[in-house]
């Protein structure tokens, strides 16, 4: 086997690891904790059905991929969940260095186009970044909507959290953002959060 194709595969290991960080989200139907690489596919595959409602054309597959290696770097840094302040904080600095160990197995061109990828989802700047942010918004908020609040309730999230995590959503479709808003305004009036 030639080094190329040894590193190839050593990332492609290496990533499976995505599947043991949980988050803070459950699946739907009250099931376990899902983990980055549940939340990653169904991102991706919600990111394809829902393509016609971003605000700008959009190159879909490099979306897709955004929204598929964004929590790679959680397999060193860990999952931040949207509303701890305090992990907030060291976020950053952690997912950077993740970035540059995880990345760099792979073959020198193939880390610096997936860093370039990753970098451009944090910037939130281009049209495939902004919606992909807008699934990264919208996939753990139809979940926590489908389990009846239960996420937010078992973390006193607060309407301000809420509005406040989906400004990107609108800077990526603004029609998504008004389901985002009917599905807020629902959970309100359920008491699922704190006003």
């Known amino acids: ?16 690891k995505e599947k043991n960080i949980f ?17 990653s596919w169904h991102m991706a595959v919600m990111a394809y059905l829902l393509k016609e409602y971003a605000n700008e054309k959009i190159d879909i597959a490099k979306v897709m991929l955004m929204c598929l290696i964004h929590d790679i770097v959680e397999i060193d840094a860990g999952d931040t969940y949207a509303y701890d302040t305090e992990s907030l904080k060291t976020q950053k ?20 186009e997936l860093i370039e990828i990753f970098d451009e989802f944090e910037a939130c700047e281009t049209a495939e970044s902004k919606f992909a942010h807008a699934m990264d918004n919208l996939q753990p908020l139809i979940l926590n909507d489908s389990n009846n ?13 809420i509005y ?24 309100i009036g359920k008491g699922n959060l704190k006003e």
């Open 1 to 16: 086997m030639d080094g190329r194709i040894e590193k190839q595969l050593a990332f492609s290991l290496e990533i499976d």
């Open 93 to 112: 600095a952690r997912e950077d260095m993740a970035k540059e160990r995880i990345f760099s197995i792979l073959p020198k061109e193939q880390a610096r």
């Open 149 to 161: 609040g239960g996420d937010w309730r078992e973390h006193n999230v607060t309407v301000e959290q």
């Open 23 to 39: 988050r803070q989200t459950h699946l739907s139907g009250n099931g376990r904790n899902e983990n980055d690489a549940e939340h």
């Open 164 to 187: 406040g995590r989906q400004r990107k959503t609108k800077l990526g479709s603004d029609r998504l953002f008004d389901v985002t808003d009917e599905i807020i305004k629902k959970n």
